[in-house]
């Protein structure tokens, strides 16, 4: 994935609205959900709703399939794990990862 990619993903994402309706998607799972569901569920009227999806759309973390009369929104987890892998392609740099930030219990004690 490309910086371009990865910074218009991130930006889609620093709107709640947009966070929201991904994270909604997210949780349909590869159902998807349709804009009017999306909207009753998030309390977020129509137009507003389909501003904040064609951005999603556009930076590729939402998909949009057109099933008959209805449109079936879909989160891009493969565009998703993209975004994760370059945010994290040069974790820890040659040094020792550290995988548990809490301190030791011991590391605790006076």
Same mark, same amino acid.
């Given at each position: ?9 991130? @930006?889609? #994402? ?10 909604? #998607? ?8 349709? %804009? /009017? ?5 998030? @309390?977020? %009227? ?12 556009? @930076? ?24 994760? /892998?370059?945010?994290? /392609? ?10 548990? %930030?809490?301190?030791? %219990?011991? @590391? #605790?004690?006076?």
């Amino acid at each position: 994935m490309e910086e371009a990619q990865v910074v218009r993903a991130l @930006a889609a #994402l620093a709107q709640p609205v947009r966070l929201r309706v991904f994270r909604t #998607l997210v949780g349909a799972g590869g159902c998807g959900m349709v %804009p /009017s569901t999306l909207s009753e569920c998030l @309390a977020v %009227p129509p137009p507003t709703l389909s501003f904040h999806l064609k951005e999603l759309v556009h @930076a590729d973390l939402v998909t949009q399939e057109r099933q008959g009369r209805f449109l079936i929104y879909r989160a891009s987890l493969e565009s998703m794990s993209g975004v994760m /892998s370059y945010l994290t /392609s040069h974790c820890c740099q040659s040094l020792q990862c550290v995988t548990d %930030p809490q301190p030791a %219990p011991e @590391a #605790l004690a006076p």
